[in-house]
């Protein structure tokens, strides 16, 4: 039996200077995560990293997983092979197509061998023409390709597939930020998009039990399971904001329901930041999609949030692509599920489009903001998703 | 824990778990096998269909298949009346009867739906209206699920076949058997009946027919059950079908004065003001549906929960399925289907129970609607 790897090429580390070491450590460590609980070896050659000695029998998974990973740029299974042309060819012949057009795309690293690339490209090929009367060379749009990789220690790898990577840098390499995941279609897009630039992410999540039911909840959890299948482990913090909702409900204007109800939850989000080490808010807000995510909404959203940044990956993007983007992500068949994460028993039939920032203090006056933001605190529950 | 969800299903009986396991434990063999221990259980299977037709009919004009769920046995009758003509179903059955209806109606078959009352009992003039000489099956259920609505079903069946004299008669009797004092008369062609809401356990429930009329299975394999219900029986539950239904029976009358007096009690003390019933007091008295208004079923489900009271709702706070089809065929307001519960008692409930329920609710919706004022 010919020994099989996987090979995970990066992306953008090779642009880093000198904290390059970082990123790959960083990376390394998340390959590692990535694949836990699966027999595996990792190592990091020479620009690129390489699984060995693994569970064989669940190859699919593995590159699954891998090319999960933020940094991966793509991920091959080659064949292992000592670098001798005899034994390259062996294995070149069993997975080379018997008809067709083809191509052999070679690469020699290690300079000593023998052949430089074009003639171990002539070699092969030529050999395997003879093997096989009904394929075709095509160099320039072959139906097939076949790659021999010839390293530094004596070996080859042979493959025919590319699987794409998720792209990105490695989580935890650019901070730590705070999402908030509702249940909807936009905040796990969100989440995705600031991870895949590097960023280690947990989420809050606020629900309004018994307004709203444990399906929703449950719902959400999925959701940050389907996340940190991308970005690792992450906690999920969750939060009641029923007694704010009913709070705003008995006291304020129905239209101010959704500007004051997110005043709250960017609230809350600080804190939350603050206590656990974020370094800012991720939501998934778009601009004008619905009325709380006008620009005069995020203004007055904003001004509770003092000192961190609000990200808002999502903010020029159009529905459809948002759900595009879902869809490959792999979070809008749990997002669509009807069950509602806010309740809507309080929601007003016409909700202020563009709060004015008095009007929205005027209203807010007449609430205990401190208590209440205390109250909704203190019944934090962490979860650990993993 | 207070549980008034009993239409949902039962705690199972037991005694009957006791008496039943060994059917689990030791008498294991396959009754369609040829020895001698298979043999006896084929037999014991038979005494069990017997029994359990002598607690609602005297005569020996009656068989009973077993199936697997009482969904099985409906899915089995309605699938018998497609071969000519109509189907006239109506708008308060069980999903097991409506969809499967419905789902006839998308194969291209001729279904009708006959409209409701306000109680939930079917619109018998409706019904008839809907009849003619070619309609092949009519189903009405006997207790509705949802309000617990009475169906005169000899009554129906007998107008029915004046008008429709090849008419089969199919009722759901899952929630009136072992539950309402019944017998059944040759009018009806084929009834429904189910373990796992008299102290049964899921996985087994029948469909009765007249012996004198044919019917054709609806799932095929190895020939069991006469050949109208392939799969090796599950000799287990029906043993203890047969003995929870037994003890069941035996205090049938009792018990339901029993509830009956529960009902009428609850009824009264239950806040006017902040419930209103949608069973008439003619309803089977298990089943106790009221209506809130402004106040969505669901919320106060997780409450009452939270209190240690288990109930049904006629809703869920899911943007599908907002209201209950049934209930909305009962031409209810939406803003009081929004706030449906139903309070469905057993043989065991207890007048302590039924107190603690009464206080727990009164409490909980006021609270509620102070809350959400």
Redesign the interface.
Known sequence: MVEKVVIIRYGEIHLKGNNRGYFEKVFMNNLEKSLTGIRHEIHKPSGRYVVENYDETRTDEIVQRLCKVFGTHSVSIAYKVPADIDRIFDIVSQIAPKEGTFKIVANRADKSFAYNSMQVNAQIGGRLLAKNPALKVDVHHPEHEIFIDIRENGTALVFNAFFEGAGGMPVGTSGKGLLLLSGGIDSPVAGHMIAKRGMQLDALHFHSYPYTNMQAREKVETLAKILSGYIGEMKLYVVSVTHIQEAIHKNCPEEMMITLLRRFMMRIATHISNQYGAQCIVTGESLGQVASQTIEGMTSSNEVVDSLPVLRPLVGFDKTEIIERARKIGTFETSIQPYEDCCTVFLPKHPLIKPKLEKVHEAEARLDVDALLQEALDSLEIVTIN | MIYLDNAATTLPDADSLEKASVYLKEKFFNPSAMYREGFELHKEIDAAKKHLLSFITPSSDYDLIFTSSGTEADNQALFNGIKRGNLVVNEGEHAAVYMTAKELKKRGHDVRFAKLLSDGRVDVEHLLSLIDQDTSLVSVMHVNNETGAVNDIEDIADSVKKLAPKAVFHSDGVQAFGKIVYRLSPKIDLYTISAHKIGGVRGVAGLIKRKDFHIDPYIFGGGQENGLRSGTENTFAIKQFEFAAEKRFRTLEADFLKIQEFNRYMREQLNPALFSFVSSKSASPYILCAAIRGI?A???L??LN?KGLLIGTGSA????NRYSRVILACEIKKELAEGIIRLSFSAHTTKEEIDQAVQILNESVSQLAE???
Request: proline residues 0%.
């Open positions: 969505r669901e919320v106060l997780h409450i939270d706070c899911s943007s599908r809350r959400m004022k």
